[in-house]
């Protein structure tokens, strides 16, 4: 097989150009487009909708059984009430002849049997295969960077990235104080770095100088006050990143590798504020805003302070700390009790809590997803940005706490940098449990990315069902183990279901196909026996009449199995109508359809004594889809589990993925078609029974980008 290249080719300007499995290309417009479960095949994606609008927009049908359908009707509607006789005779005769058509199929069947099946790829048989229509696409591009070392990717990796040891737990160089020369000597030889005690110094760029012509001089000065420091402490050594951070790109990657081991081996830090006559306040909350704020104290053993225009220096501890310099109190008072052993967190809470926190600092105006703009110098020293800054900074800073790091590569953005975090760090699956959240803002690329959930559950919540297996160049996340169906919007299909047992709804359902052989006998034996004619004719037309309702009350009962479908509808239907379509109507003292209790962001629980959703949000919905949300509210039916979600997506979503579990619900989320990228786009996620994943296909490889 052809190896196949996904890329963006446009031929004109309303045109784009996709590839088969098999790598043959398609050109077609840039309308919405979804893969054929039927066929694999490539098509423009036609939208039942509540108020049809636009070409790829049409009214709700749906291929319900006809005699179903006109059987309801006739009982619905009177034929003396409105002057519609002559209809309702008319629909009558109509439905008779579906009961008579029934009868000759049948008998045509038991004596010649017929094959009708084709190969057209067209639905029209009843689909009754116990599962959901399969996501026909997989996804066939190249890794940017592959979880298995066995995979190719096509990261460039740079110079003697490779070199860097997973752990090393010290840092590449030290200012020691020669004291034969009395002066201060950089050392880079491990045996001494590792016996040597040393002072790390935290500060910010700007209360250390200013950019200008006595910007040098003002380093120096600096550098000055701090040797005098270390020196009062008792200390001959000690790591300050203006004379420790290398020159080449490989020292700059070693050292930004190891940063957080320098904190971990000092025997303090020391925090270097700016002058209090500038306000004290000021000083710390500016030295607080910094991307590395969090790893330099929170992994120091010790930590003491020091303005530069006053000469004590004073001891700190870390609560200390955090009513002085951190703003987001909850949160970073959180982080600091767990590090201190007051208050435990567990390890994923912990992660991510540190992660909400540093994605705040240095560069708090930057939406996810988004490439940092280049960093200040305050972020982590003046070298590590003059030659060359690192837009995946923020991971760097975060990934000092994790068992295992990723090493530093200029190339890569945050969300880059955090997939390969993730995948070296496989049992806290946090790239994988962002899969499954709804964010507030679903971003037009790296659409996996969340930092919040509507549904207020936090990242260690979700038990993800899902493996990633890298991330492409463009940032799409490629995940394994995805069950994964279709969603189907240009119509209501035919749904094979089975109602609970009744042996008098079975007999019952079979008296009308009897009308017409008993009509057929009657007629047949006239001429021999008149009065036994006419009995028969008269049964047999008292059966047509009440066919009907006879016909109904077989159909009714409750569902207890019902083939798996996805069926979305562009606005909001009521429950009845779904009923309508799906079965022809409901006509009994059971409901076929139930809205979700806990399941949208539109869903009302039930106060009762039984769980079940309040049918309040169909007007709570409705009210959504005529307000600023309007043509952007959907409706999704799922057939298996006989349930109704209202939901919000710029798109119609196109596919359904089960991507993990949360509260005693499945995390479902569904997504719209990329096919000239081979991607999909989340469009929301909804929470939905786990045991209908089971009825879901496994699928290879999908993308979401």
């Known amino acids: 097989m052809a190896r196949m290249h996904w890329k963006l080719p446009v031929t004109q300007q309303e045109t784009i150009t996709c590839y088969d499995d098999l790598g043959n290309p398609k050109t077609h417009g840039v309308e919405q487009r979804y893969v054929s479960p039927t066929?694999?095949?490539?098509?423009?994606?036609?939208?039942?909708?509540?108020?049809?609008?636009?070409?790829?927009?049409?009214?709700?049908?749906?291929?319900?059984?006809?005699?179903s359908k006109i059987a309801i009707w006739l009982l619905a509607n009177s034929p003396i009430r409105g002057w519609i006789i002559f209809k309702w005779i008319a629909v009558w005769f109509w439905f008779t002849l579906k009961l008579f058509w029934s009868v000759v199929w049948l008998?045509?069947?038991?004596?010649?049997?017929?094959?009708?099946?084709?190969?057209?790829?067209?639905?029209?048989?009843?689909?009754?295969?116990?599962?959901?229509?399969?996501?026909?696409?997989?996804?066939?591009?190249q890794l940017w960077a592959a979880r298995s070392?066995?995979?190719?990717?096509?990261?460039?990796?740079?110079?003697?990235?490779?070199?860097?040891?997973?752990?090393?737990?010290?840092?590449?160089?030290?200012?020691?104080?020669?004291?034969?020369?009395?002066?201060?000597?950089?050392?880079?030889?491990?045996?001494?770095?590792?016996?040597?005690?040393?002072?790390?110094?935290?500060?910010?760029?700007?209360?250390?100088?200013?950019?200008?012509?006595?910007?040098?001089?003002?380093?120096?000065?600096?550098?000055?006050?701090?040797?005098?420091?270390?020196?009062?402490?008792?200390?001959?050594?000690?790591?300050?990143?203006?004379?420790?951070?290398?020159?080449?790109p490989s020292e700059k990657n070693r050292d930004l590798y190891c940063m957080t081991d320098v904190y971990r081996g000092a025997e303090v830090t020391l925090i270097m504020l700016g002058k209090s006559a500038a306000g004290e306040n000021e000083c710390w909350r500016g030295w607080g805003e910094r991307v590395w704020t969090m790893p330099e104290a929170l992994l120091s053993s010790r930590l003491c302070y020091k303005f530069r225009d006053r000469e004590v220096v004073t001891p700190l501890s870390l609560f200390e700390l955090a009513n002085l310099a951190y703003t987001n109190y909850d949160i970073e008072q959180a982080i600091v009790n767990a590090y201190s052993g007051k208050d435990p967190l567990e390890r994923l809470e912990r992660l991510t809590l540190l992660k909400s926190a540093i994605w705040r600092r240095g560069t708090a105006a930057l939406a996810p997803g988004v490439a940092p703009p280049p960093p200040k110098l305050d972020m982590i020293g003046e070298k590590s940005v003059t030659s060359g800054a690192y837009k995946a900074e923020r991971v760097y800073a975060l990934m000092g706490f994790f068992e295992h790091r990723i090493q530093p590569n200029r190339s890569e953005d945050d969300l880059h940098a955090l997939v390969r975090l993730s995948m070296a760090n496989d049992n806290d699956r946090i790239a994988e449990r962002?899969?499954?959240?709804?964010?507030?803002?679903?971003?037009?690329?790296?659409?996996?990315?969340?930092?919040?959930?509507?549904?207020?559950?936090?990242?260690?919540?979700?038990?993800?069902?899902?493996?990633?297996?890298?991330?492409?160049?463009?940032?799409?996340?490629?995940?394994?183990?995805?069950?994964?169906?279709?969603?189907?919007?240009?119509?209501?299909?035919?749904?094979?279901?089975?109602?609970?047992?009744?042996l008098r709804r079975t007999i019952i359902g079979f008296i009308p196909y009897l009308s017409w052989p008993t009509l057929i006998v009657g007629l047949g034996v006239l001429m021999i026996s008149r009065a036994g004619a006419i009995a028969l004719i008269v049964i047999g037309i008292v059966l047509l009449i009440i066919s009907p309702r006879l016909f109904v009350f077989s159909q009714s009962g409750r569902i207890v199995d019902a083939q798996p479908w996805f069926i979305g509808v562009k606005g909001v239907v009521s429950i009845k109508e779904v009923e309508k379509h799906l079965y022809g109507g409901a006509r009994g003292h059971f409901p076929?359809?139930?809205?979700?209790?806990?399941?949208?962001?539109?869903?009302?629980?039930?106060?009762?004594?039984?769980?079940?959703?309040?049918?309040?949000?169909?007007?709570?919905?409705?009210?959504?889809?005529?307000?600023?949300?309007?043509?952007?509210?959907?409706?999704?039916?799922?057939?298996?589990?006989?349930?109704?979600?209202?939901?919000?997506?710029?798109?119609?979503?196109?596919?359904?993925?089960?991507?993990?579990?949360?509260?005693?619900?499945?995390?479902f989320v569904l997504c719209s078609e990329k096919c000239n990228i081979n991607e999909l786009h989340k469009e929301t996620v909804l929470r939905m029974p786990t045991e209908i994943s089971q009825k879901m296909e496994l699928s290879g490889w999908i993308a979401l980008g």
């Open 149 to 248: 070392p066995m995979e190719y990717s096509s990261r460039i990796i740079e110079e003697g990235e490779m070199d860097i040891p997973t752990h090393t737990l010290y840092p590449r160089l030290l200012l020691i104080r020669d004291p034969i020369r009395n002066e201060w000597v950089p050392c880079t030889d491990r045996d001494t770095i590792i016996r040597t005690k040393f002072i790390a110094i935290s500060y910010r760029a700007v209360d250390a100088f200013t950019r200008g012509p006595d910007q040098e001089t003002e380093k120096a000065q600096f550098i000055e006050e701090v040797r005098a420091v270390v020196l009062e402490q008792k200390y001959g050594a000690y790591w300050l990143d203006l004379e420790c951070v290398g020159e080449t």
């Open 39 to 67: 066929t694999g095949i490539c098509r423009k994606l036609v939208v039942q909708a509540v108020t049809p609008s636009g070409k790829s927009e049409v009214a709700i049908s749906n291929h319900t059984n006809q005699a």
């Open 592 to 667: 076929r359809m139930y809205f979700t209790p806990s399941g949208s962001q539109f869903s009302i629980p039930e106060r009762g004594m039984d769980r079940g959703g309040s049918l309040r949000q169909y007007d709570y919905a409705k009210l959504a889809d005529s307000g600023p949300d309007a043509g952007h509210i959907y409706t999704l039916i799922d057939t298996y589990s006989s349930t109704m979600y209202y939901f919000r997506a710029e798109r119609p979503p196109t596919v359904c993925i089960f991507a993990g579990r949360e509260g005693g619900l499945g995390r």
């Open 434 to 502: 962002m899969v499954s959240m709804l964010p507030s803002t679903i971003t037009k690329t790296a659409c996996w990315y969340s930092d919040d959930d509507v549904y207020s559950a936090n990242l260690w919540d979700i038990l993800p069902e899902i493996q990633v297996a890298g991330i492409t160049e463009n940032g799409a996340l490629v995940v394994d183990g995805c069950r994964a169906a279709s969603i189907r919007w240009k119509d209501f299909p035919e749904v094979a279901f089975v109602t609970t047992d009744s």
């Open 107 to 141: 008998l045509a069947q038991l004596f010649f049997p017929i094959d009708l099946a084709d190969d057209t790829g067209e639905d029209t048989d009843v689909y009754n295969s116990g599962y959901y229509k399969p996501y026909a696409r997989g996804f066939q591009g």
